[in-house]
C-alpha cells in the first residue's frame, strides 16, 4: 500500500505534467553564462537618464538573485530605464555598479519567494494549487554588469557612460 507521502508525490508529478501539456507559456529561462546565487536582499538602484543619478534618485528594491555578470530585481512596473547605477552594500563597504537591462517579465511572487511568470498563473486551478498564500504581481528585472562606477561631483560627472568596459 502506497504511503501518503508517495500518493503526495505522484499527485505533485501529475500536476506538473498537466500544466506542461496545457502550457503554451513560455519559462524562466536561464539566461546567464555564470552560476547564480539567490539574492533575497534589499539593494538601491537609481536610472541613468542621460546623466549620473544623484542621491535621491536611489530607491530600495528587493533582489532575487546574483552573479558575477549581473543581478535580477522586483519593480512594480516595467522599468522606464534601459541603463541603471545598482548601489550593493554591505555593512562596511559599498560598491557602484553601471548596468543595462537585459530582460523583464510579469510574474507573480508568493510569499515564500517562489516566482511564477504571471502568464502561467492563469493555467492553475485553484483546487491544483497549494496554499501558497496569496501572490503579489511583480516584474522580475534582469540587468547585466557594464562597469564599477565611482559617484563624484564636478566636471565630467555628467558624461555618458560607456558600455564598452564590461566586467564579467
Same mark, same amino acid.
Given at each position: 500500500m502506497p504511503t501518503f507521502e508517495a500518493q503526495s508525490d505522484a499527485g505533485f508529478y501529475e500536476l506538473v505534467h498537466r500544466i506542461l501539456l496545457r502550457s503554451d507559456a513560455r519559462t524562466l529561462q536561464e539566461r546567464r553564462i555564470? =552560476?547564480?546565487?539567490?539574492?533575497?536582499?534589499?539593494?538601491?538602484? &537609481?536610472p541613468w537618464v542621460g546623466k549620473p543619478p544623484r542621491e535621491? +534618485?536611489?530607491?530600495?528594491?528587493?533582489?532575487?538573485?546574483?552573479?558575477? /555578470? /549581473?543581478?535580477?530585481?522586483? *519593480? +512594480?512596473? #516595467? =522599468?522606464?530605464?534601459?541603463?541603471?547605477?545598482?548601489?550593493?552594500?554591505? =555593512?562596511?563597504?559599498?560598491?557602484?555598479? *553601471? &548596468?543595462?537591462? &537585459? $530582460? $523583464?517579465? #510579469?510574474?507573480?511572487?508568493? #510569499?515564500?519567494?517562489?516566482i511564477v511568470l504571471q502568464e502561467a498563473g492563469d493555467i492553475f486551478e485553484e483546487e491544483d494549487l #497549494?496554499?501558497?498564500?496569496? @501572490?503579489? @504581481?511583480?516584474? *522580475?528585472?534582469g540587468c547585466r554588469f557594464l562597469s564599477r562606477w565611482t559617484p563624484c561631483e564636478g566636471p565630467g560627472a555628467s558624461e555618458k557612460p560607456s558600455s564598452s568596459s564590461r566586467t564579467g
Open positions: 555564470r =552560476p547564480r546565487m539567490e539574492f533575497n536582499t534589499e539593494q538601491r538602484i &537609481a535621491s +534618485d536611489f530607491i530600495t528594491v528587493r533582489c532575487f538573485d546574483l552573479n558575477k /555578470g /549581473g543581478i535580477a530585481f522586483f *519593480l +512594480d512596473e #516595467p =522599468p522606464p530605464f534601459s541603463k541603471l547605477v545598482v548601489e550593493l552594500k554591505c =555593512p562596511q563597504n559599498r560598491i557602484y555598479v *553601471l &548596468a543595462e537591462v &537585459a $530582460h $523583464h517579465a #510579469p510574474v507573480l511572487l508568493f #510569499p515564500n519567494g517562489d #497549494p496554499d501558497l498564500g496569496q @501572490p503579489v @504581481p511583480k516584474i *522580475l528585472v
